[in-house]
């Protein structure tokens, strides 16, 4: 086993499947002679040659419609959003189109493409570049959205989105794209989408949580030892379809409850979890349930970002009060 | 005839006034006299050494990402001058030169790339609208400024600064389409500096030049040597005259190269050679001025020496003006998203403090 951060990780996923796949496609803004802004498709353009990992005009709407003409052909493309500000234009590709074909067309034309885009603040970048549009993407019929919290699961399940029969939005946190290196499992390997990720077993409450405010989460464990707080915690993984019956099972054993997201709250993807633990879960809750999260405003600049941005204080604030009830 | 169908994009001309060496084109005059042109190019020299004094910032960690208008002074001083003061001007993220030139104090052009949201606050009276990230997106606003100016009979104009790789977004083509149609007194000012990051301009395009796409909108186009302040000033010139008499818009295609990194988080040598920038160094649109200037007695040395100091002095003082901005406070990134505070916002801002004291 290899010791990589998510990008490399990345990297190697992609690497791996278009040595075995040379129906893959990668198209996007400087993902050719550059590698990326971020580097992910470095060294991809001098292995596999500039029409299958190609440079586009600038235009995001241009490049997930053409993805998706390429995939309805045969192609399996993966279009790359060099950032999650520069989704939106696209978003009339993805919902009229993109997550709709199979349906329209009564399973007669599908669509699996894969639409990579390094999401969610944190690295001090400019104004767009901190954006995190997954309870949008989640809201929207006919795709699946995917989110791995460390390189090992970004490999695993960048594979799985690859093969995947439908179309995925692979949401990667750029704040962690360097930070966690971990060992990357070798080979042909794949996480299933639509699988939660179990990070800690615990019996007190359970911490749900996703990209990279999992490590906030993780860094909130760390100043809660000694408090004797028995915590679960739970990475999505998959946004949608989400695992519910992962979510279920631990409130189940818990009775109590911490959503943490970086999006602003009001209809973020917390209150779909909660009212999903409302419906099928009700009674077994011993408290009401704590949202962390970012808050309705557009991102911050980078003076003010950290005002923004969910951290260890607040999540451990957050459980500190669920326990208490 | 007019400049705009002497250089009717399709002939392939590129329109040029000061030759490389500092002397001018036959029998066109300058357009500017001494002064003026003694004066923007002090101008100029400012830019450059504010420019390199972002980048530096950047490096020594007191300042965020930042994109360097290097190289593209010619495009952004000329066309800046030929405005007047209550146009309306929309930047995408380069346009240090132009904001200045528009009297955006340089203070609050720092405190933008510092992070702080005051940056983006133009002053009363100053129609330069916030620096513009999304590519492309912003010239649809010019046009409907423009259009508004027209329905309410006023003689205002509007320009938009964008890039070479901007031209390829939807927006761009939806802006000229409805300058075309509703013959809005619009400029398009298209800088072309030859890459968008480090994608190339013939990926950008499969057109001959970016001028030309203004024909398919029946709207005026025109290439101009980017680095030539002269010719700059006298197309966006004549371009503003014609929008502000009823003549509608105008696409005009700014030949330059970008001498810095596209930000500061680009590393160029991913991408472009030296070799590739050779041929572009004698091009400095200020060594070009510098050399007429020093033709007719008005630079030397000793100018140059004052010159730089004056503004170097001058920059000095901003950054510390501008570091001295005391951080922002929680208020200040709830209280301006509505008109009056939601009782949502109220409530997490109440949240916000707690967890903070
Ligand atoms: C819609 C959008 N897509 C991608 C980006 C990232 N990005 C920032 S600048 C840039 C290149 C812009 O090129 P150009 O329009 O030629 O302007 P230049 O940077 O050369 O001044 C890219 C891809 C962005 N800011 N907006
Ligand atoms: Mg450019």
Redo the contacts with the bound molecule.
């Keep these: 086993m290899v010791k990589l951060n998510m990008v490399e990780a990345i990297n190697l996923a992609l690497r791996e499947e278009m040595e075995r796949d040379d129906r893959i496609v990668i198209l996007g803004?400087?993902v050719g002679r550059e590698g990326g802004?971020f580097r992910v498709t470095d060294g991809l353009q001098a292995r596999f040659g500039d029409e299958r990992v190609v440079d586009t005009p600038?235009a995001?709407a241009g490049i997930v419609g053409t993805a998706m003409g390429m995939a309805l052909y045969g192609l399996r493309p993966i279009a790359e959003i060099?950032?999650d500000?520069?989704l939106y234009?696209c978003l009339d590709q993805i919902t009229n189109h993109i997550g709709r074909i199979r349906n329209r067309s009564r399973g007669r034309f599908t669509c699996p493409l894969v639409i990579r885009v390094p999401y969610g603040g944190g690295i001090h970048a400019p104004e767009?570049h901190s954006e995190s549009p997954e309870a949008i993407l989640a809201h929207t019929p006919g795709i699946k959205v995917v989110i791995p919290a460390t390189p090992n699961e970004a490999k695993g399940l960048l594979l799985s989105s690859i093969r995947d029969p439908d179309p995925v939005i692979f949401l990667e946190p750029k704040r962690i794209y360097r930070a966690i290196r971990e060992e990357v499992q070798e080979g042909d390997f794949t996480i299933p989408i639509g699988k939660a990720r179990l990070v800690q077993e615990g019996r007190g409450v359970t911490i749900i949580a996703w990209g990279a405010v999992v490590r906030e989460v993780l860094n909130a464990v760390e100043e809660l030892k000694g408090n004797k707080i028995d915590m679960e915690i739970i990475d999505l993984r998959t946004i949608s379809p989400m695992d519910v019956d992962a979510i279920i099972t631990s409130i189940r054993k818990t009775g109590r409850a911490v959503v943490v997201h970086e999006a602003p709250k009001t209809c973020g993807l917390g209150a779909e979890i909660i009212a999903l633990i409302n419906e099928k879960a009700f009674l077994s809750l011993q408290a009401p349930i704590e949202r962390v999260t970012g808050f309705d405003i557009p991102v911050p600049l980078l003076k003010s970002e950290h005002y923004y941005l969910p951290n260890p204080q607040r999540i451990v604030a957050a459980v500190k009060k669920v326990m208490s009830f | 005839m007019s400049l705009f169908e002497d250089y009717y994009s399709l002939k392939g001309k590129m329109f040029q006034m000061l030759k490389p060496d500092g002397t001018l084109y036959s029998e066109m005059g300058a357009p500017l006299n001494d002064q003026e042109t003694l004066q923007l190019y002090q101008r100029m020299v400012f830019i450059r050494l504010a420019d390199q004094k972002a980048l530096m910032l950047q490096r020594q960690g007191r300042m965020g990402t930042y994109?360097p208008v290097w190289g593209?002074e010619a495009c952004q001083v000329g066309s800046a001058h030929a405005l007047q003061k209550g146009d309306w001007v929309f930047p995408?993220?380069?346009e240090l030169a132009a904001s200045l030139m528009m009297g955006i104090p340089l203070k609050t052009i720092y405190l933008y790339w510092m992070g702080d949201e005051e940056g983006s606050r133009a002053p009363e009276g100053i129609n330069v609208a916030p620096v513009s990230?999304?590519?492309?997106?912003h010239p649809l606003h010019a046009v409907g400024v423009a259009w508004a100016a027209k329905i309410k009979g006023d003689k205002t104009v509007t320009i938009a600064y964008?890039?070479?790789?901007?031209?390829s977004?939807g927006d761009f083509h939806e802006a000229m389409n409805f300058a075309g149609v509703f013959k809005t007194p619009t400029l398009f000012f298209c800088?072309?500096?030859q890459?968008?990051?480090s994608?190339p301009r013939k990926i950008?395009t499969a057109s001959e030049t970016i001028a030309q796409k203004a024909i398919a909108y029946g709207v005026d186009g025109i290439q101009v040597d980017g680095n030539d302040l002269f010719a700059v000033y006298t197309a966006t010139k004549e371009a503003v005259d014609k929008a502000r008499s009823g003549g509608g818009a105008t696409l005009i295609e700014g030949v330059t190269y970008?001498f810095g990194p596209?930000?500061t988080a680009d590393d160029p040598t991913k991408y472009r050679t030296d070799e590739e920038m050779e041929p572009w160094k004698p091009l400095d649109p200020l060594v070009r001025l510098r050399l007429y200037l020093r033709e007719k007695g008005l630079w030397n040395d000793e100018v140059e020496k004052r010159l730089t100091e004056e503004a170097q002095k001058e920059i000095d003082r901003v950054v510390k003006e501008a570091e001295a901005v005391p951080a922002p406070e929680v208020e200040d990134i709830f209280k301006y998203v509505f008109a009056e505070m939601t009782p949502q916002l109220k409530e997490q801002m109440e949240y916000l403090k707690e967890t903070l004291a």
């Excluded at chain 2, 990230?133 to 997106?137: A, D, K, S």
Aim: proline share 5%; aromatic share 12%; hydrophobic share 40%.
């Design positions: 803004e400087d802004v600038l995001e060099q950032f500000g520069f234009p767009h | 994109a593209q995408a993220f380069r990230i999304p590519v492309g997106t964008f890039g070479d790789g901007a031209t977004k800088q072309n500096n890459f968008a990051i994608v950008q970008r596209h930000t």
